[in-house]
């Protein structure tokens, strides 16, 4: 609900259980009133009554970190989120209000500057407590330069103390959360690469110190973008703090012609009461109820045969795992690397995007056939956006990929960046793919995108227009092709983010699949993005990234947090295992609706010998609990754990023992899993009310 008081130059945003005000000031700035608990309209407006009187200015300037819209200029010496250069060389932005837009759930504020022909538009939209926000520039003057545009800046109230979390990492590495008191001065969360990156994830939450996974209050903000990116959390000696995200880095700018307009992807901003736990629930649910293009579909158990077959793949060999997978009970068999142009290594063949005619002579037919006749869909592993030196496309059009004349073209992986702000490449993309889709009956793409750009200069319409092709190939493959599915893929987590979850259905969050690494990296991912699209796969041990041993149900229980798949090379286990992978799988599809559309609870970090996630019906009916002990020290027996939410007056019943526990007893003395006396133990209980 938006509400306007035109007297006071005031609006509410509210969504169920928050505020944001907004009161436009004398200089027409759009101060920040309140960011919090939900206030109503009467109560938002008594809140100007507390404005520094006229012509009092305190020592500790009360301005300064306070405006939702920053620009240059004037004595703004903080962090701008909007920074321009008009061609005659000035850098100042001189902004007056000029209008509003509003219905119930939107509102575009609107802005020009006093001299010079640029229009500034703030969007607001509201998704329950969720807010929206992003800017449109409109030039009708000289070009100009804009530096910076974030999608928005968030201005939070005082607090007894700043402390941020946000996720950091690196390949085989990614999303390990990390919680520390806010610096004073600028913190800056960044991607430089062109993609979302496995360094840092464009999402941040802000709490005062003393929040808990159940209680305390989260202030969080998330950009949809999927290429460079920064947020700057703010912290001024004045105790003000902001947090202001957009596309783009530095020294990146855009060039914004006569009659051009520039629209930043979305930044949105949440605050929840509840704890970090409460925090990620919300987004969970906004995702669920308004990114994911499909969010209601339940996530089918995938194969995948990278680990197992890496580019040594065959006609046979593929068949032969996929039966073996189908009696598993696996539901979307995916080959991936290796199967199309002369890709035998990772040295050839990207960019030629037919089958391998030694590989396949008849095509991937008589594969995707036996693979519809096990019962399975089909899905096929592509990485559109690059291109071997060694490959038809390349000796075709060696001026496709990203580059700077007199400048080496950096390799990585033996491979290039198509830039895809090219029309023509953008159009071959979008060919190539929509052919291989409609010639095959595939059903889902992982969509892979294994190196950062090199070469790209300054070229700001390089790395915008790269992710606005991506994200433009992706909607038309979508729409051409309904029934078909897509993962999010590079190297691993490098490509997770609201912009791309909006038109894809799932991610592949590491190539670490280490169950013991991975606890960490599922806790750092589900921070900000729900089970629902977290790709989780069961691989061999030892491990072949760590070489660690860990026994099979422990493996299947970290992976069935999310997304349940099998990634090992299953010609090669034992009897023993298969049945019993057939019969975890057969459990994680009891639990499933709760773990992809149920709401989570992080019991117990993976930090402590004993980790614990809890899964919860919406109706709350029945609850999924995953277990992991990483080690018993000292012999101690384990501590009960405690589960949330449930109905202390209910019974719930244990479906695997049929033993029947009080909710009250739950949720206070907890749960006692039957786990195996040794390291790496593990446990899924799953209890229904009776
Ligand atoms: C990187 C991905 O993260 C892996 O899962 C696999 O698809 C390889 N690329 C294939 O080259």
């Known amino acids: 609900m938006i509400y306007h008081d035109s ?38 407006a008594s809140l100007l009554l507390r404005l520094p009187r006229p012509g009092f200015r305190p020592v500790e300037d009360p301005l300064e970190g306070s405006f939702d819209l920053i620009a240059t200029g004037g004595l703004c010496y903080g962090h701008a989120g909007l920074q321009v250069r008009f061609a005659d060389g000035t850098r100042d932005l001189e902004l007056v209000f000029t209008g509003q837009r509003r219905t119930d759930r939107e509102l575009v504020l609107a802005y020009a500057d006093r001299h010079y022909p640029l229009a500034v538009e703030c969007h607001y939209r509201l998704y329950g407590d969720v ?67 496995h360094q840092a994830n464009p999402w941040a939450m802000v709490d005062d110190g003393t929040a808990g996974e159940e209680h305390g209050a989260v202030y969080s903000c998330a950009l949809a973008w999927s290429g460079s990116w920064r947020l700057t959390a703010q912290r001024l000696p004045t105790e003000r703090v902001t947090l202001s995200a957009g596309a783009g880095h530095d020294p990146v700018t855009w060039e914004l ?103 396949f002579p008849d095509g991937l037919g008589p594969l995707i056939d036996r693979v519809h006749e096990l019962g399975m869909r089909f899905g096929l592993w592509v990485e559109p956006e690059m291109v071997n030196p060694d490959s038809d496309l390349y000796r075709a059009h060696p001026d496709w990929v990203i580059h700077r004349p007199h400048r080496r073209r950096t390799e990585h992986r033996n491979q290039l960046v198509l830039d ?26 992982k969509w892979d995108m294994n190196r950062p750009f090199t070469e790209a200069g300054p070229d700001e319409r390089l790395w915008l227009g790269h992710v606005r092709t991506l994200y433009d190939v992706l909607d038309r493959l979508r729409a051409a092709h309904p029934h078909v599915r897509i993962e999010s893929c590079s190297s691993g987590g490098g490509r997770v983010d609201l912009g791309i979850l909006r038109r894809t259905d799932q991610v592949w969050t590491s190539d670490n699949t280490d169950a013991l690494d991975r606890l960490d990296i599922q806790h750092g991912f589900s921070q900000l993005y729900p089970a629902r699209v977290m790709g989780a796969w069961v691989t061999d041990s030892p491990n072949p990234y760590t070489g660690r041993e860990i026994p099979l149900d422990f493996r299947f229980h970290v992976a069935m947090a999310g997304v349940l798949a099998i990634g090992g090379a299953l010609t090669e ?43 919860l019906a919406s109706d709350g009916g029945e609850a999924a609990v995953l277990v992991h002990r990483r080690a018993r020290r000292f012999g101690h027996a384990d501590p009960g754990i405690p589960l949330r939410a449930l109905d202390p007056d209910a019974r719930y019943r244990d479906t695997a023992t049929g033993e029947v526990h009080h909710g009250a007893v739950l949720l206070t003395h907890g749960l006692f899993p039957d786990l195996a006396p040794g390291d790496y133990a593990s446990a899924l209980v799953h209890l229904v009310r009776e």
């Open 7 to 44: 007297e006071h130059r005031l609006w509410v945003l509210s969504g169920p259980s928050s505020s944001y005000v907004l009161h436009l000031d004398e200089a027409d700035r759009p101060r920040v009133m309140h960011w919090g608990p939900r206030l109503t309209p009467e109560q938002a």
């Open 131 to 197: 807010i929206e926000r992003h800017l449109v520039l409109r030039n009708e003057g000289e070009p100009v330069t804009v530096v910076r545009a974030d999608s928005a800046t968030w201005v939070l109230p005082r607090l007894n103390g700043y402390r941020l979390s946000s996720v950091r990492g690196q390949w085989g590495a990614e999303t390990r959360l990390h919680r520390a008191e806010l610096p004073y001065g600028e913190t800056v969360l960044t991607s430089r690469r062109g993609v979302t990156s």
């Open 257 to 359: 012609g006569i009659g051009e307009e520039l629209v930043t992807p979305v930044c949105a901003g949440l605050y929840t009461e509840g704890g970090f736990g409460a925090a990620s629930r919300a987004w969970h649910d906004h995702q669920l109820r308004h990114v994911l293009p499909h969010a209601g579909e339940i996530r089918p158990v995938l194969y995948n045969s990278w680990e197992a077959t890496g580019f040594d793949v065959s006609l046979d060999g593929q068949i032969r795992l996929a039966e073996s997978a189908a009696r598993m009970g696996v539901e979307l068999f995916v080959v991936d690397d290796g199967w199309f142009g002369t890709r035998t290594h990772d040295a050839a063949g990207l960019g030629d995007w037919y089958p391998n005619p030694h590989r």
């Open 420 to 445: 895809l702000s090219r029309p023509e490449v953008g159009d071959w993309l979008y060919r190539t793919l929509d052919e291989l889709l409609a010639k095959n009956a595939v059903d889902f793409l």
């Open 573 to 615: 286990w034992s009897q023993a295992d298969l049945d019993r992978a057939a019969e975890l799988v057969a459990d994680y599809k009891r639990i499933r609706p709760l773990v992809q559309h149920g709401r989570q609870y992080r019991l117990l970090p993976p930090d402590g010998e004993l980790s614990a996630v809890q899964y």
